[in-house]
């Protein structure tokens, strides 16, 4: 019985660790933020990660599914924030100096975010259709250690290395940006 409660968390732990852990625009912001402080890192995963929980309450109470449709027009949003965001970093001015800012960042990213959304319409109804909650906290356990462990170690090798972190998320921002707006504009024809 606590084995199957063990690995019911565990499961969790590497579906949280499977959305947080890949490289791409939240994970960019995180990664330049942190060179400020381990502070200004988590707060933008700590918005992204309540982007997840909202995510989360829309599919298990109203096993909300964007349409299709929609999805071309939150690619190319989409890639104009990041396109937004990647020039900020670049040019060390990103929209907000501080955590409250950054908080709202990662959460604006995570909710526009067309990856983040296909993520939970696909592996995510997985997660609430077949777990239990014990695999939903260790899915956010997994998140936050994450958002505490990557700001961490970023923010010790940042202040070496800054300007090649600098120069790493503006092409993790703009490769990003490029395939959304490949999609995007794709699914018009």
């Known amino acids: ?3 199957s409660y063990f690995y019911l968390s565990l499961i969790g732990y590497v579906l949280g660790l499977s959305l947080a852990v890949p490289p791409g625009p939240v994970n960019a912001i995180i990664m330049n933020e942190s060179s400020k ?3 200004h890192g988590t707060s ?12 989360l ?25 990041m396109v937004y965001l990647s020039i900020s970093v670049i ?29 939970w319409v ?3 109804l997985f997660l609430i259709e077949r777990m239990t909650i014990l695999s939903v906290v260790g899915f956010f ?10 700001p961490y170690a970023m923010n010790k090798i940042g202040s070496r290395y800054s300007p090649l972190l600098k120069v790493f998320s503006f092409l993790i921002l703009i490769i990003f940006a490029a395939v959304m707006l ?7 024809f």
């Open 122 to 124: 696909t592996v995510g």
């Open 91 to 119: 040019r060390s001015k990103m929209p907000s100096k501080t955590p409250k800012g950054n908080y709202f960042v990662g959460l604006s990213m995570g909710l526009t975010n067309p990856f983040q959304i296909i993520w």
């Open 182 to 188: 490949t999609y995007g504009i794709g699914s018009f």
């Open 57 to 81: 309450i829309a599919l298990y109470f109203g096993r909300v599914i964007i349409p299709v449709w929609a999805f071309k027009y939150l690619y190319i949003f989409g890639a104009a924030v």
């Open 44 to 55: 933008v995963g700590a918005g992204a990660m309540t982007a997840d929980l909202a995510f």
């Open 1 to 3: 019985m606590i084995l």
């Open 37 to 39: 402080s381990m502070f």
């Open 141 to 150: 356990f997994g998140i936050l250690t994450w958002i505490l462990a990557f």
